[in-house]
């Protein structure tokens, strides 16, 4: 017969080694290693620049080189009520290395409404075919929202929001 004490023993040996697996456990650490995310939307903060302006950050530089306004994109056309806004970006990188991203893009307007998801249409879509570039480089690219036909005042926003430390670059889309 087995004495409870071999089976308080063994009930606590396989507790002890369970626990070890579960804390040494990839999934166990996701927790821990958390990917941060910083609010973004609206802002309060005044343009850097504007359309044509190289706005210089330690990390990087941004241009809107060119800008377009219209109900139609390439083939697209927007729902009714909509219109269309076509950004063509530049970024430069300063560092070793930089990520690019459309999901670092976002276009505000007057009313704070703040537009994040790009449409991918039309033109060459900016970070499509790089989104690392490293010292000197630049990417290029159009970036493209379907926002309401009334939006106006607009201002471009690039930054990279997974960081507390980023720079954040703001240009005015005025014309």
Same mark, same amino acid.
């Given at each position: 017969? @087995?004495?409870?004490?071999? +089976?308080? !023993?063994?009930? @606590?040996?396989?507790?002890?080694? %369970? ?13 821990? $290693? ?8 609206? @802002? $309060? ?5 504007? +359309?044509?302006?190289? +706005? ?15 109900? /139609? ?18 970024? =430069?990188?300063?560092?070793?290395? %930089? ?6 893009? *976002?276009? =505000?307007?007057?009313? &704070? ?6 449409? !991918?249409?039309?033109? #060459? ?14 990417? &290029? ?9 009334? /939006? $106006? ?8 929001? *997974?960081?507390?430390?980023?720079? *954040?670059?703001? @240009?005015? #889309?005025? &014309?």
């Amino acid at each position: 017969m @087995i004495s409870k004490a071999k +089976i308080n !023993y063994a009930l @606590i040996s396989f507790l002890l080694i %369970c626990c070890g697996l579960v804390a040494c456990s990839p999934l166990h650490q996701l927790e821990h $290693d958390e990917v941060t995310w910083y609010q973004v939307g609206a @802002i $309060d903060d005044e343009a850097q620049g504007k +359309i044509g302006d190289k +706005i210089e950050k330690s990390d990087i530089s941004v241009s809107v080189t060119s800008f377009e306004e219209g109900i /139609s994109f390439g083939e697209y056309v927007a729902k009714e009520g909509n219109k269309f806004i076509g950004i063509e970006i530049e970024v =430069q990188c300063h560092l070793d290395e %930089c990520e690019v991203s459309l999901l670092f893009a *976002r276009i =505000q307007d007057a009313n &704070k409404n703040v537009f994040f998801v790009p449409v !991918y249409i039309g033109k #060459l879509t900016f970070g499509e075919k790089k989104n690392h570039i490293t010292k000197g480089e630049i990417a &290029k690219g159009w970036v493209a929202y379907e926002v309401p036909e009334t /939006s $106006d005042s607009l201002l471009f926003i690039y930054e990279d929001f *997974r960081s507390p430390d980023t720079e *954040r670059v703001l @240009i005015s #889309l005025e &014309k």
